[in-house]
């Protein structure tokens, strides 16, 4: 059964250190999409980054970079030079291929960066 | 461009009542998903339309129900409201939902009390 699993409900991050939230996956299918969001007070989800299972290199955007290793279903997001603005929630989740159109998403984890 | 606009962004409703929900998604964006989200089952896929048709649905109650017009905006409705119910309810709008890299780009959501 597809499944996303985030075990860090909570971290912790001196500003403008990098930080590494983790995410393993489960699925059957050969093809899916991974995604993280960020999620701050004001409950608005905000897409951060896209990684397709077929996709050979990791993706970067700006100061976060995904760390998918496919053999062990994993799927890291790795923020460098934290800010104070990214204190929120962060989300992984899953889309498989084959005509489904739903996330699936982890529990998240909260990060708070300190100054 | 405006980003998916979510209507009322608060709401406080009585068990028993019904609740409507509306979500006007990214302009040229024809898909609109919905998603529950409380503490202790996180983020739930509830359905996704597509050309005011329903491609997608979640295991939500029949009393979760939804439809999407001709100009691509959509509505949730809640019947027979429960305690249960209370929530953040959360649209994301995307091109098509295809292909799987297609982004979703949600908006800041409805926060629902049934008391």
């Known amino acids: 059964a597809q499944k996303i699993t985030q075990t860090q409900p909570g971290m912790f991050v001196q500003e403008k250190e990098a930080v590494t939230l983790d995410c393993t996956y489960d699925?059957?299918?050969?093809?899916?999409?991974l995604f993280w969001y960020k999620q701050p007070s004001s409950g608005e989800m905000i897409f951060l980054i896209y990684?397709?299972?077929?996709?050979?290199q990791n993706a970067t955007e700006g100061r976060y970079s995904l760390n998918f290793q496919k053999a062990r279903k994993s799927a890291n997001l790795v923020i460098s030079a934290s800010q104070l603005g990214d204190s929120a929630m962060y989300f992984c989740?899953?889309?498989?291929?084959?005509?489904?159109?739903?996330?699936?998403f982890g529990s998240g984890t909260r990060l708070l960066v300190r100054p | 461009k405006a980003g998916v606009t979510q209507t009322p962004r608060y709401l406080i409703k009585t068990r028993g009542q019904q609740v409507t929900l509306s979500c006007s998604p990214i302009?040229?964006?024809?898909?609109v998903s919905w998603y529950q989200q409380t503490p202790g089952q996180g983020l739930q896929f509830l359905f996704e339309?597509?050309?005011?048709?329903?491609?997608n649905k979640g295991n939500f109650p029949g009393r979760f129900s939804g439809r999407q017009f001709s100009n691509s905006r959509s509505e949730m409705n809640v019947s027979t409201l429960e305690l249960g119910d209370s929530a953040l309810y959360l649209c994301?709008?995307?091109?098509?939902?295809?292909?799987?890299?297609?982004?979703?780009?949600f908006g800041s959501g409805t926060r629902l009390t049934v008391v």
């Open positions: 994301a709008s995307s091109l098509e939902g295809r292909p799987l890299s297609d982004g979703y780009t």
């Open positions: 699925t059957s299918d050969q093809s899916y999409g």
């Open positions: 990684q397709g299972s077929y996709d050979e």
């Open positions: 989740a899953m889309r498989e291929g084959g005509g489904s159109y739903k996330l699936i």
């Open positions: 302009s040229g964006h024809r898909s």
């Open positions: 339309y597509f050309s005011e048709t329903q491609r």
